[in-house]
Structure formats: C-alpha cells, structure tokens
C-alpha cells in the first residue's frame, strides 16, 4: 500500500506564498489535492494524472500550480496570491492505476474516489 507524506504549509498574509509537498512511497497515477475548512466540506483544490493533466477548482485557477517531481513520486503545490479564504487543513491524496471516471463534487473529484491521504497540514491566510 501507497503511503503518503506531506510537508510545507504554514502562515502567511494575504498575497503571500505557499508551497506543500506530498511524498508517495509507491507509484502513483493520479494525485490530487484537497482543503478543509473549519465547519465546511472537504473540497478539491488541484489534480494531476500520470500524463501530467492538471485540473483546478475554479476558486484557485490562475494562483496555485500542481506538478510532479521529477521522481514521479512527489506532487508539488505551488499556492501564490493566497487570501484568507484559502485557510484550511490542506490533504493530499492519490490513486495508484487510474483517476476517477466522474467529478461530482463541484465539477472536482470527490474525496471519497480516493482511498489513500496524507496526514494533512494547515494553512493559515492573515488579512
């Protein structure tokens, strides 16, 4: 079984950068990144498949990056022109042989397609 790492992440202010990374221990094919706000629904955030497809939540398209490593096996999350409304638990996630068929969690992946996670981390936008 795939296990995943992450680090990076903290505080910032408003405008300000973040980088988090997400080591696997196995291969994976499809990789993405999640949020968690207090009292709210886990989201989708970005997503990258082993062809290096990416897709974005449209609330960060345009500020934040996702990419792979050139090991394969870490997903990058480049976060710039963070806002408050950025602050959460951020996890990431990976399927090992496909990406799921269908987005119905707000034209996104849903955390449930995914069964492998990280331990999280927080991010924390000041204004």
């Known amino acids: 079984q795939v296990h995943l790492v992450q680090s990076g992440g903290g505080s910032v202010q408003t405008g300000g950068s973040l980088t988090l990374s997400c080591a696997a221990s196995?291969?994976?094919?499809?990789s993405a990144w999640f949020r968690q706000a207090p009292g709210k629904e886990r989201e989708g955030v970005a997503s990258?498949?082993?062809?290096?497809?990416?897709t974005y939540a449209d609330s960060v398209k345009g500020r934040f990056t996702i990419s792979r490593n050139s090991d394969n096996h870490t997903i990058i999350l480049q976060m710039n022109n963070l806002q408050p409304k950025d602050t959460a638990i951020y996890y990431c996630?990976?399927?090992?042989?496909?990406?799921?068929?269908?987005?119905?969690?707000?034209?996104?992946?849903?955390?449930?397609?995914?069964?492998?996670w990280g331990q999280g981390t927080q991010v924390t936008i000041s204004s």
């Open positions: 996630a990976a399927r090992r042989f496909t990406c799921p068929s269908s987005s119905h969690c707000n034209n996104f992946y849903c955390p449930t397609d995914f069964g492998t």
């Open positions: 196995g291969d994976t094919y499809c």
């Open positions: 990258i498949n082993g062809l290096s497809t990416t």
